[in-house]
């Protein structure tokens, strides 16, 4: 059980630092991606950094609590959200 906490603290540590990334650069320039010409990349990464932002904060609480069913959900919704960023930027690359 302590080695499934410990691997969920590094997942929430992840999707705080991807969520932070995202709100700082959304009016910056990252990878190939330029927000700052984009008002509606913009939007969708500022969204995207506030989903990101919301699931670290559900996923503290599933360490709190601790039951393993609510863990999967979290992990398996912070996936999809991954999946869902990645489909959505898929749609600006190289413009």
């Known amino acids: 059980m302590t080695a499934i906490i410990i691997l969920m603290i590094v997942f929430a540590?992840?999707?705080l630092v991807v969520g932070l990334f995202?709100?700082?650069h959304q009016n910056k320039p990252f990878m190939s991606f330029h927000p700052e010409k984009n008002n509606i990349l913009s939007q969708i990464i500022k969204n995207f950094s506030f989903i990101f932002l919301s699931t670290f904060v559900i996923t503290l609480i599933s360490i709190i609590i601790s039951n393993i069913v609510?863990?999967?959900i979290v992990l398996f919704v912070g996936c999809m959200?991954?999946?869902a960023?990645?489909?959505t930027l898929s749609k600006f690359f190289l413009k």
């Open 13 to 15: 540590a992840l999707q």
């Open 85 to 87: 960023l990645q489909l």
């Open 70 to 72: 609510f863990m999967m």
């Open 81 to 83: 959200v991954v999946m």
């Open 22 to 24: 995202l709100f700082k």
